[in-house]
């Protein structure tokens, strides 16, 4: 049996990969950096713009897999600079509603093709918590 996955048209993948796979109840979601779909390339400015586009790219492939941001229950954000923390935390915020899903935050020393920021999510399929 094969995976089951989830893409979208607008989604660009740099890797061998899936944009999300399901397994049982969980939707897991690859880390999307900010990439824009139309040119393949990094989205230029800040970390709030840089943070905007990772998520218009990981609820692309949410909406593709039949869901919204109310069933995501985990997100882990990978910064380069924890000193964007604060800007990046404002658009997050606006991501979601209350209650929000859990989240780890995590500093770490590069990130593909030179992204700010990257972020993944797991989502859960509503009607069995």
């Known amino acids: 049996m094969g995976r ?6 607008n989604v660009v993948s740099v890797g061998p990969y899936s944009p999300a796979v399901e397994a049982g109840d969980l939707v897991y979601f690859s880390g999307q950096t900010p990439l824009d779909p139309a040119t393949g390339k990094l989205v230029e400015g800040e970390i709030a713009e840089q943070t905007k586009q990772c998520f218009r790219n990981l609820f692309s492939v949410l909406e593709a897999a039949g ?3 109310d069933d995501v229950i985990k997100v882990n954000v990978y910064l380069v600079d924890m000193n964007d923390f604060p800007l990046m935390n404002l658009v997050y915020q606006e991501q979601f509603t209350a209650p929000y899903p859990a989240r780890t935050t995590i500093g770490v020393a590069a990130l593909p093709l030179g992204a700010k920021v990257e972020i993944e999510m797991i989502a859960h399929r509503k009607g069995n918590y």
């Open 4 to 9: 089951k996955t989830y893409s979208a048209k």
């Open 67 to 69: 869901l919204t941001p």
